[in-house]
């Protein structure tokens, strides 16, 4: 900030020295370049499913701490509600008590998407609680609402001078006989749009009328903030879009692009599947389909095969996007996507060390992105970063997915 001071130096009357020492400190500052980026660390799906300890709150993320701390937003998807209610009408079913969810305060969580397919499990009354509990907490959320209008409102993050809005939506039709599509699966797992005076989820079923919808909030609010992201909470769990379960995805593709094209809508986050995705780069701008848990204590009593072992669900992603905004109106704004491997137990996320987790996930994440035109590379500074080939094999032919 002592970049906005200077232009007063000459109405001061300062020695020659302390004119000096102050040019000197306003050369050395790196405020004004800090303020044209901003690095935003976006995680996947995150619960603490009631099962920490409340005395214990910072335990989970002191291996991350300082991956948190280079960044300037934190933002996480938490699957679940926050409430003392102890009914729960979906099974599985996940909650944090407010007591135990004080561990994202602890966590400096910017935002926390809540378009998900576990915000009614605990019943849609509630969702006032975990509501509560978020605007108590003064921590940015966006996807659930007392009506569809509101769940649909983004939240905007304000940091270093720039505004950043964040829409969070839940999309695609309930499962199908094969088990594709979203988890909503009723009585078992509830997907409930809020509407008819019930809150609930910001969750369109049809994709055509998402990417309009999405478009013209997109439209509205672009010329007030400076960046607008889309989460969605999409597609099938088990499935790493590489065509071994089926096409499923090519719906996801097909709204992520119609949403790239409008020159409104700056990046996707997507996550939901609970194991790594693709990410692709499409009209000069990120799509994460994708980043696997962040961290989601299971149950001991879980059926042999769940979660299925292939999908390594206790290792995924955290993504460090660095923004920047030097050059104004810019059809898009240019960046870095800098990958952090992360691995999870019940208590504790840490940075992956163990070499053959690591070849795992670059590995599988080269394989299952090569046809989204994108690779895994390691620079000089032993950081990975996620970088265009340019020869993108997997396209969408979808005219839409409801035609
Ligand atoms: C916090 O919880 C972890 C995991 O249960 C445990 O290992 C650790 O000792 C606890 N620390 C404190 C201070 O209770
Ligand atoms: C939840 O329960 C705790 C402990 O009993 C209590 O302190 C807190 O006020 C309750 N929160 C709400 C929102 O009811
Ligand atoms: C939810 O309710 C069902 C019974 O309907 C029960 O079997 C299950 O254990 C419950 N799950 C949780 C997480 O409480
Ligand atoms: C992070 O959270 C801690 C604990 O709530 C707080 O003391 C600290 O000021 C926060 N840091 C930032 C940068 O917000
Ligand atoms: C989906 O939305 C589109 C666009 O609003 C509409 O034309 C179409 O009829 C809808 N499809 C269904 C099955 O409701
Ligand atoms: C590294 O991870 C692999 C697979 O997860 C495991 O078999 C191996 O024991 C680990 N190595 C060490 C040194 O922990």
Not at 20 to 31: N, T
Not at 67 to 90: K, M, P, Q, R
Not at 119 to 132: C, E, I, K, N, P
Not at 279 to 288: C, F, L, M, Q, S
């Amino acid at each position: 900030m002592g970049v906005h001071k200077s232009p007063q130096l000459p109405h001061l009357a300062v020695s020659a020295v302390a004119l000096l020492a102050l040019v000197h400190l306003s050369l050395g500052d790196v405020s004004e370049q800090d303020d044209s980026r901003l690095t935003l660390l976006f995680a996947g799906d995150a619960n603490l499913n009631n099962m920490l300890d409340p005395s214990n709150l910072t335990f989970p993320w002191a291996g991350i701490r300082h991956v948190i701390d280079g960044s300037d937003a934190f933002l996480l998807n938490h699957e679940g509600e926050v409430t003392n209610n102890t009914h729960n009408v979906s099974d599985p079913a996940l909650k944090d008590s407010p007591a135990i969810a004080n561990s994202y305060l602890t966590a400096n969580v910017s935002f926390v998407a809540l378009a998900n397919n576990h915000q009614a499990d605990y019943g849609r009354l509630s969702v006032y609680d975990t509501m509560g509990f978020f605007k108590r907490s003064k921590m940015p959320y966006a996807g659930v609402g007392r009506t569809f209008e509101e769940a649909a409102e983004p939240a905007i993050l304000v940091m270093k001078g720039k505004k950043v809005a964040v829409f969070a939506t839940m999309i695609g039709p309930p499962y199908d006989k094969q088990g594709r599509g979203q988890a909503c699966w009723p009585p078992l797992i509830q997907c409930d749009p809020a509407g008819n005076g019930l809150p609930g989820v910001h969750y369109i079923p049809n994709v055509t009328f998402a990417a309009e919808h999405l478009i013209a909030r997109a439209n509205s609010i672009r010329d007030k903030v400076d960046y607008v992201i889309m989460f969605f909470h999409w597609g099938s769990n088990w499935d790493f879009m590489d065509g071994s379960s089926g096409d499923i995805w090519k719906e996801r593709q097909w709204l992520a692009h119609r949403l790239l094209e409008s020159r409104n809508v700056d990046m996707i986050w997507g996550t939901s599947a609970h194991h790594i995705q693709p990410i692709e780069i499409y009209n000069g701008k990120p799509i994460i389909y994708g980043l696997g848990n962040l961290m989601i204590p299971l149950p001991a009593d879980l059926p042999p095969g769940i979660p299925p072992p292939r999908y390594r669900t206790r290792l995924a992603f955290l993504y460090n996007l660095a923004l920047d905004f030097t050059q104004q109106k810019k059809e898009s704004v240019p960046f870095t996507l800098e990958a952090v491997p992360i691995v999870s137990d019940d208590w504790k996320i840490d940075v992956v060390k163990n070499t053959s987790d690591l070849e795992w996930l670059f590995s599988k994440f080269n394989t299952i992105s090569k046809a989204f035109g994108t690779k895994m590379e390691r620079t000089d500074s032993g950081k990975w970063f996620v970088q265009a080939r340019g020869d993108a094999t997997a396209l969408s032919s979808h005219s839409g997915p409801n035609s």
